[in-house]
């Protein structure tokens, strides 16, 4: 493996695929892609929710081994994008009335936070929270302390999702053998990343137009003041497509190359017949009727979510307008004409670095993975690690090296010094293992002589004492 230790990853749940992305943040702070993997999933991710765990889990696990591989590392953890059908913003109030006027504190602040966070929502969970403004006295700000009041009112809005939606990701990404580094609500990174701090001040909408969803998320003051996902996207027009007996990817070929969200001029605009296999054709009136209604109800559905919000006529910077499905042609016309709004972006991209040439590097010009970098963008902590097989491997290793001591070996055996109770390395009068030994195979070796041995032994003995006792008596 190489030295790379600051690599990020990320992986966005799409409906239409899952993909996975690699690379590092610069010391200028700009985005260097190194690797995007992707799997084109069916009945894996249905309106961005995990629909089947097991199939989830493998793509992910070939998404990630991809992206290691030809990297060279291995990935411990990934950050990973929420989003899908469930995702929506609900506004809360917590309000305290004071006995007398004090100066308001941050711990009085932090108080109507945690009581926000307490509020239960049926079957659903609150996953980030934005305070709007706190009303003071008659006024509002947002920044209440240091005012002297005796009350204060925090309106919260809450970001919430169904609760399986955050134990279902990370089920699937535990199932990989990793760890999730942190979740991001995609909609609000991808914003972050795609907005201009001016825009988000004077007000605009970004419109993600997705495969299964399309979601709206509408800024004002540098603050989000309304989330929605419609379960409306662009693979509703190739299903239409298909009921006219055609398989799915020819449908969503012709989609791309034949659709039009608007015809000004039907009679010139409109493709007299648009061929389909098996020598087939397609009449071109009835295919652009099939692609206009569906984007009818589509932008219809967007333009509900802007106004319900009370907000249409505050989005002084217009509609950004972004996703894969936002390639259709004629897209801002569309829009423009059905809603007589004609403050429209489309098709802005985030500025990343890639190898020139490179199959990320045409992905990313087409403006379907906005997303993707986005959530790369937030993250702020290596994904990269040690790899637990290789590791317990050279456990396994270092363990069988431990069983056999140095002083074990032949050649120590050999070496090691006859005489008992001689300083050795190992400390004064202590033997190395294999001098014991010797010394066991001496004592056996003795033990084993004949009895004239001992006999010879003991006459010598008894000679030695009467030489002995006769140097004493001539010293006397």
Do not use: W
């Given at each position: 493996m190489t030295a790379e230790k600051d690599l990020i990853v990320a992986i966005e749940l799409g409906s239409?695929?899952?993909?996975?992305?690699?690379?590092?943040?610069?010391?200028?702070?700009?985005?260097?892609?190194?690797?995007?993997?992707?799997?084109?999933?069916?009945?894996?991710?249905?309106?961005?929710?995990?629909?089947?765990?097991?199939?989830?889990?493998?793509?992910?696990?070939?998404?990630?081994?991809?992206?290691q591989d030809k990297q060279g590392v291995y990935i411990n953890k990934v950050y990973v994008g929420i989003g899908g059908q469930s995702l929506r913003t609900v506004k809360n109030s917590v309000s305290r009335q004071l006995d007398t006027k004090v100066i308001l504190s941050n711990e009085l602040v932090d108080s109507?936070?945690?009581?926000?966070?307490?509020?239960?929502?049926?079957?659903?969970?609150?996953?980030?929270?934005?305070?709007q403004e706190y009303r003071v006295g008659n006024g509002f700000t947002t920044e209440p302390v240091g005012?002297?009041?005796?009350?204060?009112?925090?309106?919260?809005?809450?970001?919430?999702?169904?609760?399986?939606l955050k134990d279902n990701i990370q089920k699937c990404v535990r199932g990989t053998g990793r760890e999730v580094a942190e979740y991001f609500i995609s909609s609000l990174a991808l914003a972050e990343n795609l907005l201009t701090d001016t825009e988000k001040r004077s007000g605009c909408a970004l419109v993600d137009f997705g495969a299964d969803t399309t979601t709206v998320a509408i800024f004002k003051n540098n603050l989000l003041r309304h989330l929605a996902v419609i379960p409306l996207g662009g693979n509703n027009i190739t299903h239409d497509i298909a009921n006219k007996q055609i398989e799915d990817e020819e449908a969503e070929a012709l989609k791309i190359k034949y659709g039009s969200a608007f015809a000004e001029n039907p009679e010139t605009d409109n493709v007299r017949k648009i061929p389909v296999s098996n020598d087939r054709t397609l009449d071109g009136n009835e295919f652009q009727d099939i692609v206009e209604a569906r984007m009818e109800e589509i932008i219809a559905n967007v333009w509900e979510q802007i106004s319900s919000s009370k907000y249409s006529d505050k989005l002084m910077a217009g509609i950004i307008i972004t996703g894969g499905a936002a390639n259709i042609k004629n897209l801002e016309k569309a829009f423009s004409h059905r809603t007589l709004f004609d403050k429209l972006k489309c098709g802005r991209l985030i500025p990343c670095s890639t190898r020139p040439g490179?199959?990320?590097?045409?992905?990313?010009?087409?403006?379907?993975?906005?997303?993707?970098?986005?959530?790369?963008?937030?993250?702020?902590?290596?994904?990269?690690?040690?790899?637990?097989?290789?590791?317990?491997?050279?456990?396994?290793?270092?363990?069988?090296?431990?069983?056999?001591?140095?002083?074990?070996?032949?050649?120590n055996r050999?070496?090691?010094?006859?005489?008992?109770?001689?300083?050795?390395?190992?400390?004064?009068?202590?033997?190395?293992?294999?001098?014991t030994d010797v010394?066991?195979?001496?004592?056996?070796?003795?033990?084993?002589?004949?009895?004239?041995?001992?006999?010879?032994?003991?006459?010598?003995q008894w000679w030695k004492k009467l030489k002995d006792f006769s140097k004493d008596m001539v010293e006397e």
């Open positions: 239409s695929a899952i993909r996975g992305i690699i690379g590092r943040k610069k010391t200028d702070g700009s985005i260097e892609v190194l690797n995007i993997e992707e799997e084109f999933t069916k009945d894996c991710v249905r309106k961005g929710v995990i629909y089947n765990i097991d199939k989830t889990i493998q793509s992910l696990n070939n998404i990630i081994n991809k992206l109507l936070m945690d009581t926000n966070l307490n509020a239960s929502y049926s079957e659903a969970e609150i996953l980030d929270v934005v305070p005012i002297l009041s005796d009350q204060i009112e925090g309106r919260f809005m809450n970001v919430v999702a169904r609760s399986l490179s199959a990320e590097e045409k992905r990313i010009k087409e403006g379907t993975l906005n997303t993707l970098i986005s959530l790369l963008t937030k993250g702020n902590q290596s994904c990269i690690g040690e790899d637990p097989a290789a590791q317990e491997e050279e456990d396994k290793e270092n363990d069988k090296t431990e069983l056999i001591h140095p002083t074990d070996r032949p050649a050999i070496n090691a010094g006859s005489e008992q109770g001689k300083d050795t390395p190992a400390g004064p009068g202590i033997l190395h293992e294999s001098s010394a066991a195979e001496n004592n056996e070796e003795t033990s084993q002589k004949p009895e004239k041995t001992k006999s010879k032994n003991s006459l010598s």
